[in-house]
């Protein structure tokens, strides 16, 4: 291999997700402890800077996080941004989805959503009930399959288990990794996950506390500066920014919390890591329409390696974006979205149960339909703008806008 300096970029990544696509295994296990000692895989292969050894954790490094993008935007930077087909290519794929949209309708998709609803087999999901005695399960009705399951290396003491399953794109074998938002009894296996993966993003879609109810583990430091130690991993929050943007035609504003994190392993720095919560998407619910899901979409897709997103169960408001980011990789290459029974199940078959509500398989479709209208790859005839004006009335009487 040529010296890095002296290797084209193309070259170089395509050199890095072959070796994401092929893993290394993690050292043995700390015997001496009850949970898995870490060492870093090497850092010419981690596409991070090269540590420092004993780098202080106690003054944050400054600088911008790598992340921010306007949530009401739809506009793309990075590895394989946006669709790569003209607007005259891009119009029939879109338009038989529109078609096929408007004339079902809200309560035609509801009708379909609602036949979607399958009961999956238990013994697809043996690990989630080997391990819901030892208290890494949120809920006892969302299992998690074992097919793609997430295998933490080297196993711990008790399990090599964590409720996440990775998530195929067309454009990536592990293009995603949905998990449950952590339990106090989990915090350290989700750190153990992100070194191993080498994730350098993670998307919120919750918050700690909603409604009253506990939904997450405050897994992460909440203000700069601080720590959060796991026998030889610290997490370090270097900066915050809070993000209040308006949004699509409303008065209200869309809140993203950004937070910066690194990772340090043996007080050496390994991991750049983008904490990306969005802030106001209800339980079960929808947020209002607009473009955010589309914009963050759009600069997320920069990395190579997996994306983690969760919610609470790591389902429903995760599935939502998920199909969202699935959906615009087909388009991408020219591929045809019409038949969402059958995406619908390709992401079920990876993330049991995704999609909770029929609100939130409504709202995939009110957001292709407004992201189709901001391409401008829907014709201004009278008949499509009279069946898009019946289609966001019933939406939003049925999700009560």
């Not at 060492?39 to 004993?54: H, L």
């Not at 392993?265 to 209800?282: C, M």
């Not at 390696?305 to 290459?333: D, K, Q």
Request: some cysteine.
């Amino acid at each position: 291999m040529p010296p890095k300096g002296s290797e084209p970029a193309e070259e170089r990544s395509v050199r890095r997700k072959k070796e994401r696509i092929s893993g290394r295994k993690m050292p043995s296990t700390d015997k001496k402890g009850s949970k898995a000692a870490l060492k870093p895989p090497a850092t010419k292969n981690s596409g991070e800077p090269r540590p420092k050894k004993n780098q202080s954790l106690e003054t944050p490094p400054k600088g911008p996080m790598s992340l921010y993008m306007a949530p009401g935007s739809d506009a793309s930077s990075g590895n394989e941004q946006g669709p790569r087909l003209t607007k005259e290519q891009l119009r029939p794929i879109a338009m038989k989805w529109v078609k096929r949209t408007l004339e079902k309708g809200v309560e035609g998709l509801r009708m379909e959503f609602a036949s979607q609803k399958k009961p999956v087999d238990p013994d697809l999901m043996k690990e989630f009930q080997v391990n819901w005695p030892l208290g890494k399960n949120r809920y006892k009705d969302v299992g998690c399959l074992d097919s793609t399951r997430v295998v933490l290396n080297p196993k711990s003491v008790d399990s090599d288990y964590i409720h996440a399953n990775y998530v195929s794109t067309p454009h990536n074998d592990k293009r995603f990794i949905c998990t449950q938002g952590p339990l106090d009894t989990t915090i350290q296996d989700f750190w153990r996950m992100i070194i191993q993966e080498r994730t350098s993003i993670i998307l919120m879609l919750c918050n700690i506390v909603e409604k009253g109810m506990k939904k997450c583990a405050e897994y992460w430091p909440q203000k700069p500066g601080e720590r959060m130690n796991f026998d030889n991993i610290s997490i370090l929050c270097v900066n915050i920014i809070n993000k209040f943007e308006p949004r699509m035609d409303s008065p209200s504003k869309v809140h993203i919390r950004l937070t910066g994190i690194r990772i340090f392993v043996d007080d050496a720095l390994h991991l750049n890591v983008d904490h990306v919560q969005w802030v106001d998407w209800p339980d079960r619910g929808v947020p209002p329409c607009d473009l955010t899901a589309i914009g963050l979409l759009n600069h997320l897709r920069r990395t190579a390696f997996p994306i983690v997103v969760h919610c609470s169960a790591g389902i429903g408001r995760t599935g939502s974006i998920v199909m969202l980011e699935y959906m615009l990789e087909r388009l991408m290459v020219g591929e045809e979205i019409e038949n969402m029974e059958v995406l619908l199940n390709r992401l079920r078959a990876q993330r049991a149960y995704s999609i909770q509500t029929d609100h939130q398989y409504l709202y995939i479709h009110r957001v292709m339909l407004q992201y189709f209208v901001k391409k401008g790859v829907i014709p201004n005839l009278p008949e499509v703008m009279y069946g898009m004006k019946g289609f966001v009335a019933e939406y939003e009487k049925y999700c009560e806008f």
